[in-house]
């Protein structure tokens, strides 16, 4: 459908500009053949249109789909993908990436290019917006030493799904996946066959779940990391499953879960170095591991801690600190089981070795033609739809409403599609995808009033229940919106994960067409016009949801400033999930994460059954030139649960952005969490000293809740537990968990890791 409707990006682009582009399109080239060198027409591919190359920096209009046909494109040098890039295959027969004998450069294919020492075309932690998937990447011809398939250097809102890597037997260089520095991401779905190393990598954090491993000698070389959720990895007949070994970087953490080792030597290996303190070296957490035939299933060489394997399943065991009822202020475990590991909940089991539930994107690979009919109306109807200018609202409803009651699916091509007369409804049985993350935009004077909190796009009605599908879309703002809601989910499922949402994500402010960009706004602003959002994402009460790589991001920089990446004050209310979920749930949430919103970045309020691994947040990095809940203060408890920062007096900095915040909930499970605050007022001096704000986690009045490997930067508490008196008991004996005791680095940024927080109220 993207071939035929390829839309354009109306803010700043070029109304000629292709944001689809076929490879094998006479302009470009490619054959496809397997014998002729593509190298140069897939890149010329890539490169059409004067895309965001070296010396850009970003750009929120320079967006592309490079389809692959099936064929076999031999290439000598790097495929270059350059910034928002998706490079895509055929679900029904993989095109083939192949690397030429002599092929020279560090990746078949490559997110980030260097260009001389260090310096890059991208910064790795600002590197959004990239997808590879149904490709089949052969290295098998290949002679040249240490060639990597993909060199994968990301940031937010990126994948790779749906690739086959294949290298070859008994090589002692290959690599297939290298991904040295960044801060993702999430990756699925992945297959690996022989060559050296499946997958070499070291992020700030990153979610992973499916990966196979098939002969490689070592399927996984970490590099370093501050924290990895590894969910469903598979190894057959590697030599080592995961080694660890960070020259010179003391700490870091692992969470391995529903996972199998068969016929491999040790699945776990951790050769790092410590520090001088037990807390300072790399933490270890494995949940619900089968092993088949394995010598070693942990072997921490730096600690001489061994855990042997053989043909079991280890349900826990971990190597770091845990809070629990047992040891209230914290206790070390060097390497044996939890006391209070996360019940199996029926609801949120069923995936891979028993384990939690996931489900794959779907590709709708079966689909005909005819299936899209919507799209086809939603492209032709001479409507000026997506434009970025005219009011989408009616076009959009009618055609969603359409396309949920005649069972078809609804494409949105690439543009703007403004939301002028809300709400917007998705109805319940609809399906949703877009091209290149086709803009959902709140605009105009119905969001102008944050105590008049408006909702963008309802997906399904309180009440209903039923099947929904939406993936790559945007949801974001053309300020001043202080009144956006941009996304309230209602929908709950029919079947297990049956309403789901792939690959979205939330940005206000930061791009071209906003209003929100650094001339408007810049970190000396205090501007009502900079408040951009009430909430990003409301999940409401009854409703349930499989949520998978969603990012909200209230920009810190402008994306379209060039190299400069210059910083922004933009001010949106609340973050990524306002969970306001009262029923029995089940919600799961893979590779999340949310970021620089005022009063919190997630709020579990009334909350039961939710799974959630990995989440990442980030604090503000204005305060205290503006302190919370400034400035919405006004609009306080619009939303259930919003905090108050009572207790604080308004000083700062207690009075400061919660990362987590879990009020009134039950069965809550974490399977990791990096929560990070990087400034005070655009200066890092306080990173040292972890007094960037006060307090990240707050944990008030639930039944249980489970937070295994929770990592902080810049705060000086962890996890705060507000204890009240409920029914004559205390609703909380666990202790602060503070960032200084719990110190895993030598050395800048200092993180603060534990294993586990677990919180059970028997009165519940």
Known sequence: MASQFPGNFPFGGAASYKVFRNVKDPQFGAVGDGVHDDTAAINAAIAFGNRCADNCGSSSVKGALIYFPPGTYLVSSPIISLYNSQLVGNPNNFAVILAAPKFTGLGVITSDVYTGGSNEYYLNTNNFFRQIRYLFIDMTHCTTNGVKGIHWQVAQATSIENVVIYMSSGSSTQIGIFAENGSGGFMSEIIFVNGYIGMQCGNQQFTTRKLNFLSTQIAIWMLWDWGWTWKSIQTVGVNY????????????????????????????????????????????????????????????????????????????????????????????????????????????????????????????????????????????????????????TASLSLMFALGAAYNRGVFVPTGSYVIASPPLLIPINSVVVGACWAQFVASGPKYSDMNNPQVMIKVGNVGDVGNIEIQDVLFTVKGATQGAVLLEWNAKAATQGSVAMWDSHFRVGGALGTNLQAAQCPTSSKSTACIAASLSFHVTSGASGYFENIWAWTADHDMDAGVAQTQINIFSGRGHVGILIESQGPCWLYGTASEHAVLYQYNLASAQNIYMGMIQTESPYYPPFVIAPAPFTSSLNKFAYDPTFSDCGGAFPCSASWALTISNSNNIQVTGAGLYVFYQNYNQGCIATQNCQQRLVATNSNGAVYLFNVYTIGSTGMVHPFVKTVNGKPSSTLGLALAAPNTINTATPFVAAINAWVEIFPGW
């Open 241 to 392: 499953g995961i080694y660890v070994e960070s020259a010179g970087v003391v700490g870091g953490t692992i969470y391995v879960l529903d996972s199998i080792f068969t016929n491999t030597f040790a699945a776990v290996v951790i050769n790092a170095p410590k520090g001088s303190t037990t807390q300072e070296q790399f933490l270890v957490t494995l949940d619900n591991v089968v092993l088949q035939s394995v010598t070693y299933a942990a072997y921490d060489i730096t600690n001489g801690i061994v855990l042997n394997g053989g043909t079991t399943t280890i349900s826990s065991w971990v190597i770091g600190t845990v809070y629990d009822t047992a040891n209230p202020n914290g206790a070390w475990f060097a390497g044996k089981p939890l006391d209070a590991p996360h019940p199996a909940t029926a609801s949120l089991r069923g995936g891979p070795q028993g384990g939690y539930f996931e489900r794959q994107k779907p590709s709708y690979s079966s689909s005909t033609h005819d299936y899209w009919l919507i799209a086809q109306a939603l492209a032709k109807a001479k409507c000026n739809l997506g434009d970025g200018v005219t009011d989408d």
